[in-house]
């Protein structure tokens, strides 16, 4: 501590410094501060004594600068400080208020340049106040701390006294315009100025939370991302509103940054944020993508921008120690790059009236925005008081501005919500009305389908009577009695009665395949064949016809051999539908012609053109416009037909994935030509269809096998269930002759004489009342007592669907109607010999060893062998007791019995017990009487002679030879 001009100062250089200034009047140039107001503030500007020192410079050499001593002009008002200095200032104050408005305490702000200040207030040579402030400042070591961002100090000065005021200040930030204008006024007008200005803060922090919740509210509400683009905007800009008006270092530097207060000037960084959502939200609100494409990828560019500068702002910042003199410049030339963008956007949008009516909330908002930016850098580049207020009332505008904008958007979505799910709505009802009348159509093809089906299965019964009685008539034995001219007469009227039963029945195959063609369901059933051979005999078969009408038939074929997969039955339906056509439209004396050749260049490779021509009466180019038409028919009252020949033709040359075409003229004949691929369709299915049958013990017999003597010594039993009483009167006059014979009219009558009778085997309708035939044969096949009973399945149902389902229920046999008397005859004889194979091949394996169970007669015969071999020593097993174990009648166990084994079920028991007795006499040492009680005999002397009998010989001779 030492005096030096008669102030006591506790740091001798500092105090020397003072005490010389003090000492040496005629440098002192400073003027007088007066204060004579509560309610002004006074800038000591022009007004205070400055004195500049370099840092850790010697006082005294500084001090004998000749111009370090002097006072600044009165218009130079803002003094411009530099960094790394020290910077002296003297006042002298004088505190004149008095009365009422007189004031004893009074405040001093200072600039944000200033990061370490310390004052001194001295009064007759002794400090008598003295403080620190300053930016950088710990907390705890500000004395007077109202608001933490800016930099304030506290002295009192009794009215009517003097005081002189030092100031010493150190400023380690450069910026683009460092400043320093500090004030004084009355702690009164500090307080109310500062509420003043809280309260606008609060007022501008307050609409913008409000503005920021409301419309995170609307996002939620409409979900358009240009809200939660504002909203978050608005998030930022208030952060930045708080950072900037002291909010953030009331609230953060206490808490947070209570020993290195600089680390808030982080926040300044808030910048970037505010200007990539203001773009996100302005792309989002404006629609730029689509309206002004070009310009959204300047506002991505600058969005991108945001990243570099962003980290280059951050590492000036601490590597200069927060010197603003590169980091203020990287910031505000990124915001001048947003500010002409927003310009150029305002006169863009109002140039071209783009955006609709949105585009005067788009030039307001954004042109309110850019200003008030743009005022904003405009100070922070000058030498002038950096106030926010401009900025702020600009952002209020813009605020107001675009909450109108985002109503009005929001009216505009939620409009264009109501007509989107009214158009849904309408979709909907469409989609529903689509749905129903595709259901509809549906439930009409569905309809359709089966009225086809059932009306085919109707032509089909009494087509099948007809046909089939026709040929039945044919094999009469009676008919040789007769002369040979009634014989002659006889047999063409049967030929008539079937050609005529055949034609109808071509026409429902035709009406039949119609109607899948119509449902989608007709496919190709392809096998290998020669088209050549194949085409030679179809128009072969037209030959008698051909000269009953007095025409010539022609065939030619550019190879000998032409050998593809194609569908059999369908293009012999082509060819024949061509043929009869020709040959019906041409007059005596013509030709027609059927040709095989290989595809034109024009045409697709890899295929054969088919042509049928004739010199007929031809077709006019208005009929050939319509000739593939549906119903279509020649005004011709002659020549009449159905109208879907050519149509059906049509369809199945393009289902085998050709193509059809006619060429005619009036009186000049008629040319047909079908292209069809020699690959295969996508769609066709092959012809060997993998059906699923029975397994059985043996191996399958040929078709025509002869019958076995047991069928001919033993006249099996049928069971008839037809549901037309014609068909079932043609089959038991058919069948009667060879087999015993049970009719039923329906499903359910035929279960039930199924599991009375047990016959050997059963020939069933599908379509019948009460239980159709697949289900009929399904409750067959898995019940225990009717499982081994062969099925043959008679049906009008033509389709592959209908016969893989019935042999997948288990039918042994699909016969379609109508039949040929043949066909059926041989499966009824092969079916019941294989029957017959089988149970010779039960009787030949020894009876205790069966195979491996695998069918169901097997794993039955296995249940029953096991059984008897468990009751063996029983000499009471009978039928009963197998009747009780299988849950069965004593008549359905012999006649399953029978028809599994060919056995009785006495006789089944009794080879059981030789087969044992025959295993202990040659592995036991047991007695022939001892063997006789093992094996169910009571009677020692009845064993031996049933063992005789059986083996010829006695127990003990078969013990002595064959053992």
């Given at each position: 501590?030492?005096?030096?001009g008669?102030?006591?100062?506790?740091?001798?250089?500092?105090?020397?410094?003072?005490?010389?200034?003090?000492?040496?009047?005629?440098?002192?140039?400073?003027?007088?501060?007066m204060?004579?107001?509560?309610?002004?503030s006074?800038?000591?500007?022009g007004?205070?004594?400055?004195?500049?020192?370099?840092?850790n410079?010697n006082?005294?050499?500084a001090?004998?600068?000749?111009w370090?001593?002097?006072?600044?002009?009165?218009?130079?008002?803002?003094?411009?400080?530099a960094?790394?200095?020290?910077?002296w200032?003297?006042?002298?104050?004088?505190?004149?208020?008095?009365g009422?408005?007189?004031?004893?305490?009074?405040?001093?702000?200072?600039?944000?340049?200033?990061?370490?200040?310390?004052?001194?207030?001295?009064?007759?040579?002794?400090?008598?106040?003295?403080?620190?402030s300053?930016?950088?400042?710990?907390?705890?070591?500000?004395?007077?701390?109202?608001?933490?961002?800016?930099?304030?100090?506290?002295?009192t000065?009794?009215?009517?006294?003097?005081?002189t005021?030092?100031l010493?200040?150190?400023?380690?930030?450069?910026g683009?315009?460092?400043?320093?204008?500090?004030?004084?006024?009355s702690?009164?007008e500090?307080?109310?100025?500062?509420?003043?200005v809280?309260?606008?803060?609060?007022?501008f922090?307050g609409?913008?939370?409000?503005?920021?919740?409301?419309?995170?509210?609307?996002?939620?509400q409409?979900?358009?991302?240009?809200?939660i683009?504002?909203?978050f905007?608005?998030?930022?800009?208030?952060?930045?509103?708080?950072?900037?008006s002291?909010y953030?270092?009331?609230?953060?530097?206490?808490?947070?940054?209570?020993?290195?207060?600089q680390?808030?000037?982080?926040?300044?960084?808030?910048?970037?944020?505010?200007?990539?959502?203001?773009?996100?939200?302005?792309?989002?609100?404006?629609?730029?993508?689509?309206?002004?494409?070009?310009?959204?990828r300047?506002a991505?560019?600058?969005?991108?921008?945001?990243?570099?500068?962003?980290?280059?702002?951050?590492?000036l910042?601490?590597f200069t120690?927060?010197?603003?003199?590169?980091?203020?410049?990287?910031?505000v030339g990124?915001?001048?790059?947003?500010?002409?963008?927003?310009?150029?956007?305002?006169?863009?949008?109002?140039?071209?009236?783009?955006?609709?009516?949105?585009?005067?909330?788009?030039?307001?908002?954004v042109?309110?925005?850019a200003?008030?930016?743009?005022?904003?850098?405009?100070?922070?580049m000058?030498s002038?008081?950096?106030?926010?207020?401009?900025?702020?009332?600009?952002t209020?505008?813009?605020?107001?501005?675009f909450?109108?904008?985002?109503?009005?958007?929001?009216w505009e979505l939620?409009?264009?919500?109501?007509?989107?799910?009214?158009e849904?709505?309408?979709?909907?009802?469409r989609?529903?009305q689509?749905?129903?009348?595709?259901?509809?159509?549906?439930?009409?093809?569905?309809?359709?389908?089966?009225?086809?089906?059932?009306?085919t299965?109707?032509f089909?019964t009494p087509?099948?009577?007809?046909?089939?009685?026709?040929?039945?008539?044919?094999?009469?034995?009676?008919?040789?009695?007769?002369?040979s001219?009634?014989?002659?007469?006889?047999?063409?009227?049967?030929?008539?009665?079937?050609?005529n039963?055949?034609q109808?029945?071509?026409?429902?195959?035709?009406?039949?395949d119609m109607?899948?063609?119509s449902?989608?369901?007709?496919?190709?059933?392809?096998?290998p064949?020669?088209?050549?051979?194949?085409?030679?005999?179809?128009?072969?078969s037209?030959?008698?016809?051909?000269?009953?009408?007095?025409l010539q038939?022609?065939?030619q074929?550019?190879?000998?051999?032409?050998?593809?997969?194609?569908?059999h039955?369908k293009?012999?339906?082509i060819?024949?539908n061509?043929?009869?056509?020709a040959?019906?439209?041409?007059?005596p004396?013509?030709?027609v012609s059927?040709?095989?050749?290989?595809?034109l260049?024009?045409?697709?490779?890899?295929?054969?053109?088919?042509?049928?021509?004739?010199?007929g009466?031809?077709?006019?180019?208005s009929?050939q416009?319509?000739i593939?038409?549906?119903?279509?028919q020649?005004e011709?009252?002659?020549?009449?037909?159905?109208?879907?020949?050519?149509?059906?033709?049509k369809?199945?040359?393009?289902?085998?994935?050709?193509?059809i075409?006619?060429?005619s003229?009036?009186?000049?004949?008629s040319?047909?030509?079908v292209?069809?691929p020699?690959?295969?369709?996508?769609?066709?299915?092959?012809s060997?269809?993998?059906v699923p049958r029975p397994?059985?013990?043996?191996?399958?017999?040929p078709?025509?096998?002869p019958?076995?003597?047991?069928?001919?010594?033993?006249q099996?039993?049928?069971?008839?269930?037809e549901d037309?009483?014609?068909v079932r009167?043609?089959?038991?006059?058919?069948?009667?002759?060879?087999?015993?014979?049970?009719?039923?009219?329906?499903?359910e009558?035929?279960?039930?004489?199924?599991q009375?009778?047990l016959p050997?085997?059963?020939?069933?309708?599908v379509?019948?009342?009460?239980?159709?035939g697949?289900?009929l044969?399904?409750?067959?096949k898995?019940n225990t007592?009717?499982?081994?009973i062969?099925?043959i399945?008679?049906t009008?149902?033509?389709?592959d669907t209908?016969?893989?389902?019935?042999l997948?229920?288990?039918?042994?046999?699909?016969?379609?109607?109508p039949?040929?008397?043949?066909?059926?005859?041989?499966?009824?004889q092969?079916?019941?010999?294989?029957?017959?194979?089988?149970?010779?091949?039960?009787?030949?394996?020894?009876?205790?060893?069966?195979s491996?169970?695998?069918?169901?007669?097997?794993?039955l015969?296995?249940?029953?062998?096991?059984f008897?071999?468990q009751?063996?020593?029983?000499e009471?097993?009978?039928v009963?007791?197998?009747?009780?174990?299988?849950?069965l009648?004593?008549?359905?166990?012999?006649?399953?019995?029978?028809?599994?084994?060919?056995?009785?079920?006495t006789?089944?028991i009794?080879?059981l017990?030789?087969?044992?007795a025959?295993?202990?006499?040659?592995?036991?040492?047991?007695?022939?009487?001892?063997?006789?009680?093992?094996?169910?005999?009571t009677d020692?002397?009845?064993?031996?002679?049933?063992?005789?009998?059986?083996f010829g010989?006695?127990?003990?001779?078969?013990?002595?030879?064959?053992?």
């Open positions: 501590m030492g005096m030096l008669g102030i006591q100062v506790g740091v001798d250089w500092r105090w020397v410094l003072l005490g010389l200034w003090g000492s040496l009047p005629m440098l002192t140039q400073a003027q007088d501060m204060l004579t107001s509560t309610t002004a006074y800038s000591l500007d007004v205070y004594a400055y004195l500049l020192l370099p840092l410079e006082v005294t050499q001090w004998l600068d000749p370090a001593n002097q006072r600044l002009p009165a218009q130079s008002r803002d003094l411009l400080l960094a790394d200095q020290d910077h200032f003297r006042v002298t104050l004088h505190n004149h208020t008095q009422p408005q007189a004031t004893s305490e009074w405040v001093i702000r200072f600039s944000l340049i200033a990061t370490s200040i310390k004052y001194y207030l001295v009064q007759n040579g002794v400090v008598v106040h003295q403080g620190r300053g930016g950088f400042t710990a907390y705890d070591q500000r004395t007077f701390r109202p608001g933490l961002r800016n930099s304030y100090g506290r002295f000065l009794m009215p009517q006294q003097s005081a005021l030092y010493h200040m150190r400023s380690t930030r450069r683009v315009n460092p400043i320093f204008n500090p004030y004084i006024l702690s009164n500090f307080y109310r100025e500062r509420g003043n809280r309260l606008f803060n609060g007022i922090l609409i913008l939370l409000l503005m920021m919740l409301y419309n995170f509210f609307l996002y939620w409409v979900k358009d991302s240009a809200f683009y504002y909203s905007f608005l998030l930022c800009l208030g952060g930045f509103a708080m950072y900037n002291g953030l270092a009331d609230l953060l530097i206490p808490r947070v940054f209570p020993h290195y207060p680390g808030l000037l982080y926040f300044k960084l808030l910048v970037y944020p505010i200007v990539v959502s203001y773009l996100l939200f302005l792309s989002k609100f404006m629609d730029l993508p689509k309206l002004l494409p070009d310009w959204y300047v991505r560019w600058i969005m991108w921008l945001a990243v570099p500068t962003f980290l280059a702002d951050l590492l910042m601490y120690n927060y010197n603003y003199t590169w980091p203020d410049r990287v910031t990124y915001t001048w790059l947003f500010i002409i963008y927003l310009f150029a956007i305002c006169g863009k949008v109002a140039w071209t009236k783009a955006g609709g009516r949105k585009r005067f909330f788009i030039i307001g908002g042109f309110a925005m200003t008030g930016v743009a005022i904003t850098a405009v100070q922070r000058l002038v008081d950096y106030h926010a207020i401009p900025f702020r009332i600009t209020m505008v813009e605020v107001v501005i909450s109108l904008g985002l109503a009005y958007r929001q939620l409009h264009e919500q109501q007509i989107n799910t009214v849904l709505e309408r979709a909907r009802l989609e529903q689509r749905k129903k009348e595709a259901e509809d159509q549906a439930e009409l093809a569905q309809a359709k389908d089966r009225f086809y089906t059932n009306l299965h109707e089909r087509l099948t009577v007809i046909l089939a009685l026709s040929e039945h008539l044919r094999h009469l034995s009676w008919l040789g009695y007769a002369s001219r009634e014989q002659e007469k006889y047999l063409f009227q049967l030929g008539l009665i079937k050609r039963g055949e109808l029945l071509q026409h429902v195959n035709q009406l039949l109607s899948k063609s449902a989608g369901k007709l496919t190709l059933r392809l096998t064949g020669n088209v050549v051979e194949f085409a030679r005999y179809t128009i072969a037209f030959q008698s016809l051909a000269e009953e009408r007095q038939l022609q065939f074929a550019d190879w000998p051999v032409k050998s593809f997969p194609f569908d039955d293009l012999r339906y060819l024949n061509l043929l009869v056509n040959l019906k439209f041409t007059p004396g013509g030709t059927l040709s095989l050749s290989d595809a260049d024009d045409q697709p490779a890899s295929a054969i053109r088919i042509t049928v021509a004739d010199t009466i031809g077709m006019t180019a009929t416009a319509h593939f038409n549906p119903y279509f020649v011709n009252p002659s020549l009449s037909g159905t109208g879907i020949g050519l149509t059906f033709t369809e199945l040359v393009e289902l085998m994935g050709g193509s075409s006619v060429q003229a009036p009186e000049q004949g040319t047909f030509w292209i069809l020699l690959r295969i369709p996508d769609q066709a299915t092959s060997q269809l993998a397994t059985a013990a043996v191996p399958m017999l078709m025509l096998a019958a076995s003597e047991k069928i001919a010594d033993y099996p039993l049928l069971l008839i269930l037309n009483a014609d009167y043609f089959l038991e006059q058919l069948l009667q002759p060879t087999y015993q014979i049970l009719t039923a009219r329906d499903g009558a035929g279960w039930k004489l199924a009375e009778k050997d085997l059963i020939i069933s309708d379509l019948m009342p009460k239980l159709d697949f289900a044969t399904q409750r067959l898995s007592a009717t499982s081994h062969p099925i399945l008679l009008a149902k033509t389709n209908s016969k893989l389902e019935g997948a229920k288990g039918a042994d046999a699909y016969i379609v109607k039949f040929q008397r043949e066909e059926l005859l041989l499966q009824i092969n079916l019941l010999h294989l029957r017959v194979a089988m149970q010779d091949f039960y009787q030949e394996k020894e009876p205790d060893k069966p491996p169970a695998q069918t169901p007669e097997q794993q015969l296995l249940k029953v062998t096991d008897v071999q009751q063996l020593a029983n009471n097993l009978g009963q007791d197998l009747a009780d174990f299988l849950h009648s004593p008549s359905q166990v012999y006649r399953k019995l029978r028809a599994i084994s060919g056995m009785s079920p006789r089944f009794r080879q017990r030789m087969s044992r025959q295993a202990l006499l040659c592995n036991s040492s047991d007695s022939i009487a001892d063997i006789a009680y093992q094996v169910g005999f020692p002397n009845y064993f031996s002679r049933v063992f005789q009998k059986a010989q006695t127990p003990t001779q078969y013990r002595q030879g064959e053992c």
